[in-house]
């Protein structure tokens, strides 16, 4: 029927308030944008407030048994009029490039005691892969290479794998999904084929969806398509679209309060704020709320809640986490969230920082120049920084700055192995993940990161090996 760009969405709301509808939406792209499109959707087919409760079905696609939602799908409501069903991150759509985050679950249900959870996820990448349980023997997946691996999930190899073998063998041969989702796909397009009640609605909202797929190919010529995607990327094309985008929101968040932003304090809530359009929807909105009745945002106001301190107080958690304190991070974490500033913003904050931490640690573990820990500066800046810089190139980012920075930098580095920053990084990508749709309190979610990362020894210089 229809594919929609975010820019359309507007066209696409007034058409389904006129009484056009379709039977599947799929919604993918930035989640944000997907819940609150979704909700706009839900909102329009089903306007009668009271009946909603008992006509809109919502399911979480980490838990679905696709069968299941079609054979909904396909029957009649039992209370008449119209029926939507929404499935929330729903899988049928699952392409390779979501193998690494099914792997982050994986991980992170087996460190919870989770085992039956943590093989579903599993059992799920495996499917991407167009595996199941059964061939991790065969194919001899903790032995494979790293290219094999790549090759398979689109991700790099991860170190520890025994421990899937382990929960495969324990499994005893137990049924640990639901069918593969190219099969859920083929039953979807079947039940449309053969016809569906005219009053149900599906509404499929997923972060991801791969456009080869057979299924995104029928919808996109029979239903209706939202492509709610946003470039992540650095370039000017790609700030423009997410400036584009934050602009929306906060306009959107105001206008809904009848409050309006000074045009000069706009462009430094963005800086301040960066691409996180919850963040900035909250944002927004505190600012409405503590200006109390008057109508116009200022820069003072500005100041005042969102102001150059929070960036100041981002540093010093940087610092602590660098300097491998628990008890210091916790607490600056806690005035953090004292000051209403947004979790998602330290994540991206501690993001580029556990980036530089990597890559200083790569340095140091290269064999020449030798980098000999516990270096006084007075060496490292006369002697190491300069072969360092010829070896590697004065541009290099981890070496740029002054002199010092760089060496505070090999000193915090000194601190962790290559191991358990690659851990950190993927165990603060999880806590994004759970902050952006858990619904847990989003700053137990920050503070178990910090714990996880933190509340290890320190790494001794005589007792622990490079890595």
Known sequence: MAVYKRQEVNTLLKAVTGGKTASVYLLFGERYLCQEIANDLICRLLPDEARRQSSLTAIDGDQEEVGAT???????????????????????LYSKVVASTLWDKACKARDGKELKKALRFLTQMLALAELVPADWEKEEMAACTPGRWQELFSFTRPDDLDWVHKAFSASEGAPLAAPPKSDGAELLMAALETGIPPDNTLILVAEAADKRKKLFKYLEKNCVVVDLSVDTGISSVARKDQDTLLKDIIQQTLARLNKKLEPRALQVLLERVGFHPVAVA???????????????????DLNAMVGRTREE???????AFGNHDLAASLTIAQHLQENGVHPLIVVAGLR???????????????????YPEGLSYAAFQKGLLPQLQEALGPQQKALSGHPFAVYK??????????????????????AEYRLKGSGLPEYLILDDFLFSVLQTPKRSRQSAGRG
């Not at 107080?313 to 610092?319: G, K, V």
């Open 70 to 92: 079609i054979n909904m799908l396909k029957t009649y409501s039992l209370f008449g009029g119209r029926q939507v069903i929404r499935v929330m991150d729903s899988q049928i």
């Open 282 to 300: 909250m944002e927004a909105e505190k600012l409405a709320l503590s200006v109390g009745e008057a109508k116009t945002i200022t820069m003072d």
């Open 313 to 319: 107080a981002l540093y010093e958690l940087n610092e």
């Open 352 to 370: 580029n920082f556990l980036r530089k931490l990597l890559l200083v640690r790569a340095i140091i573990e290269q064999p020449t120049p030798a």
């Open 409 to 430: 930098s090999f000193q915090q580095a000194e601190r962790f192995t290559l191991a358990a920053l690659k851990q950190a990084r993927t165990s603060l990508l999880e």
